[in-house]
T-cell receptor, first 115, second 117 residues
């Protein structure tokens, strides 16, 4: 089935550093979603990407929809302590078909930021 | 803004109890989902519903059932709670859009952390 491989699994960085994480799949996706989950909370949508090659920013966050449609990248610039959390990539199952809105999720990247 | 609310943030139950987790969304979304989240296992889909009274099993439905009597409300039921059901439970909703851009985005509630003793 469609699986998303997210890396790295965890990151420990100093405040002020830039962060990069990515998500890859053997299947083509028409949409890529990036979520962040704060400790003890539900995931919140950060960025949605709908077109191959698309580059979208949300403040210090930038995400890209890979040209091959099989990968996506999320970058965080100048990290701050509140960036701590788990970052998930996600995409709709069965691209092009009716999936009843089901998503497949990456395993998540756990980000720790040291002040 | 889409709002998804869950009835409890924290819940402690005893083994064998029947447990109800409630989820309500206010954006008239057709699709609703229940996930559980455990360290190292990511988000796993338990059940989902694409319409009132319609339900479909997800990846790990064993030990759970669901109810959707109204469009805005989706309940997860643990018929007889067991310690291995101690977990974070997340509810989500989305529009039904047949793959149209923007309709696959799921909006999550804050989660219910369930402990079964």
């Amino acid at each position: 089935g469609q699986q998303l491989n997210q890396s790295p699994q965890s990151m420990f960085i100093q405040e002020g550093e830039d962060v990069s994480m990515n998500c890859t799949s053997s299947s083509i996706f028409n949409t890529w979603l990036w979520y962040k989950q704060d400790p003890g909370e539900g995931p919140v949508l950060l960025i949605a990407l709908y077109k191959a090659g698309e580059l979208t920013s949300n403040g210090r966050l930038t995400a890209q929809f890979g040209i091959t449609r099989k990968d996506s990248f999320l970058n965080i610039s100048a990290s701050i302590p509140s960036d701590v959390g788990i970052y998930f990539c996600a995409g709709p199952l069965n691209a092009g078909g009716t999936s009843y809105g089901k998503l497949t999720f990456g395993q998540g990247t756990i980000l720790t930021v040291h002040p | 803004d889409v709002k998804v609310t869950q009835s409890s943030r924290y819940l402690v139950k005893r083994t064998g109890e029947k447990v109800f987790l409630e989820c309500v969304q206010d954006m008239d979304h057709e699709n609703m989902f229940w996930y559980r989240q455990d360290p190292g296992l990511g988000l796993r889909l338990i059940y989902f519903s694409y319409d009132v009274k319609m339900k479909e099993k997800g990846d790990i439905p064993e030990g759970y059932s669901v109810s959707r009597e109204k469009k805005e409300r989706f309940s997860l039921i643990l018929e007889s709670a067991s310690t291995n059901q101690t977990s974070m439970y997340l509810c989500a909703s989305s529009l039904i859009g047949f793959g149209l851009a923007g309709t696959d985005t799921q909006y999550f509630g804050p989660g219910t952390r369930l402990t079964v003793l």
